[in-house]
């Protein structure tokens, strides 16, 4: 009995060892055979950095001087450098890309964070300020194949939100180092060992010059000398968690855009915010979704006129901020959100704004056509009338496109696999040829020497 129970064993322990090892061969074979997508780019398109001039993004001609200004259209793909960080799947982030440029997009915005165990094996930071150098190459891979298609990208630096850590990962390490907080991520706007980690881990990836000599190992270009880096992006929709941090939280807005701006002066810098109005100003609280706007410490116009911020950020939701409303009011609703938010950036903010997150789910209507197409118009429409009075609706950003096969890991009811809805497809790739008609007809030959990315 004992004897024959033993032989089993060893039989088994035999079948795992070599299945282990096929595993470990399949891994480095497989990972070998992909390994194409890390050879050194050798060529890279050239590209102009991004300014702002007044209300308006322009594009700095460095050669031939000249400013082109330039209107945005779009869209959000959080998931490429974790898709980037093995071989094996990063051929859906040049495929994303590739689409992306096909369908005349010009902007990407991605998620430049990855914090701690909550963000898995692949995080990108180990601890506070330990990188995973394997998930930075990922992230490398995902600035360099965005060049390689002209693609530009905003990259957002933490989330607010717990998914890849967040700012609750960042109060939990400073918690584990012994420090005294809470477990509200309020303290991540105002503990200052918290705001320290967040600076050294901004400080390691701006590798700006001055302070950290990383290079991208695909392209070698530090990310503070990379034109295909549109914006930094300070917060991913920052929110807290009582009204009384609002002061605490403007201050750090203001710590960190200065601080980023000392190391990187060539980025543009915006916030990250979903652009709820609040009490500071106390301006359009009519416009607000819901009266539970103004409990989150947050305020579109203080926030957005910060010295340093040069763009103002806004994210659209009428789903999910107004569940139970039917469509005349989601309509309504969005309509005035647009105009509010744009109608400040032009004469209270004098600064551009960028919708960087606008998001519907099909919802189809009677007779087929669907409740996403009908939104998604008015957010574009309203834009293209902007830009072609050259005011400061800048552009919008769809959220959130993929392609095949990514639904189960990466999908919410926003996400959208373009190709396979071609009415979406049709109104976003119109949305692209409208807008560059719109940023051609304003080319200009100013002098270039007055405009920068810096805010004035
Ligand atoms: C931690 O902070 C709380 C609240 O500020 C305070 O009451 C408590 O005494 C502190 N504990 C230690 C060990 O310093
Ligand atoms: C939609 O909701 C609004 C209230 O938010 C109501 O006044 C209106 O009658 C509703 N419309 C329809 C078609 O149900
Ligand atoms: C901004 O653009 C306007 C209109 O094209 C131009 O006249 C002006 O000189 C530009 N501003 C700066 C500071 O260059």
């Not at 605490?248 to 980025?267: N, V």
């Not at 005011?391 to 769809?398: D, P, S």
């Not at 959208?416 to 007809?441: C, D, G, M």
């Amino acid at each position: 009995m004992m004897n024959s129970e033993w032989r089993e064993r060893k039989k088994l322990y035999t079948i795992l060892g070599i299945f282990t090892l096929i595993s470990i061969l399949y891994l480095n074979f497989s990972d070998s055979l992909f390994s194409f997508s890390s050879f050194p780019y050798l060529w890279q398109p050239k590209m102009d950095f991004a300014g702002v001039n007044r209300t308006r993004f322009v594009i700095l001609k460095d050669e031939g001087g000249g400013v082109e200004e330039f209107y945005i259209n779009g869209w959000n793909s959080y998931w490429l450098m974790a898709e980037s960080v093995w071989g094996e799947s990063r051929q859906r982030v040049s495929e994303i890309l590739e689409r992306g440029a096909a369908m005349g997009l010009s902007v990407c915005r991605t998620w430049a964070f990855s914090d701690g165990p909550a963000a898995g094996p692949n995080a990108l930071q180990l601890h506070p300020g330990v990188f995973n150098e394997r998930a930075f190459q990922g992230l490398d891979y995902v600035v360099a194949e965005a060049r390689r298609h002209r693609i530009r990208l905003i990259l957002s630096l933490v989330n607010n939100l717990e998914a890849y850590g967040g700012t609750t990962q960042y109060v939990r390490w400073a918690q584990e180092a012994g420090v005294n907080v809470s477990s509200s991520s309020d303290f991540f706007f105002t503990n200052p060992t918290i705001k320290d980690y967040y600076k050294s881990y901004v400080k390691v990836l701006l590798a700006s010059q001055a302070v950290v000599t990383r290079k991208n190992s695909l392209s070698r270009i530090r990310y503070s000398d990379e034109p295909a880096i549109f914006a930094w992006e300070l917060i991913n929709e920052p929110r807290c968690t009582s009204s009384s941090c609002a002061s605490d939280l403007q201050a750090w807005i203001t710590e960190m855009a200065a601080f980023i701006k000392s190391l990187d002066h060539k980025h543009l810098v915006t916030i990250g915010l979903e652009g709820f109005y609040g009490q500071k100003t106390r301006k359009n609280l009519g416009v607000n979704p819901g009266e539970w706007t103004t409990s989150l410490g947050l305020d579109f116009i203080q926030n957005s006129a910060t010295k340093n911020i040069d763009f103002a950020s806004v994210h659209a939701y009428p789903h999910s901020w107004i569940p139970g409303a039917n469509l005349t009011r989601r309509i309504n609703f969005l309509s005035r959100w647009v105009d509010s938010h744009i109608n400040d950036g032009e004469n209270v903010l004098k600064k551009p704004v960028l919708f960087t997150e606008v998001g519907f789910p099909l919802g189809l209507q009677q007779g087929g056509s669907s409740e996403r197409d009908t939104l998604l118009r008015i957010v574009y429409d309203r834009i293209y009338e902007s830009a072609k009075k050259r005011r400061a609706g800048a552009g919008a950003l769809y959220w959130q496109l993929l392609v095949e096969g990514m639904g189960k890991q990466y999908g919410d009811r926003f996400s959208l696999v373009a190709w396979q809805h071609p009415s979406t497809l049709k109104l976003i790739t119109e949305q692209s040829f409208r807008l560059q008609n719109a940023s051609y007809q304003s080319q200009t030959n100013t002098n270039l020497s007055h405009v920068s990315a810096k805010t004035p």
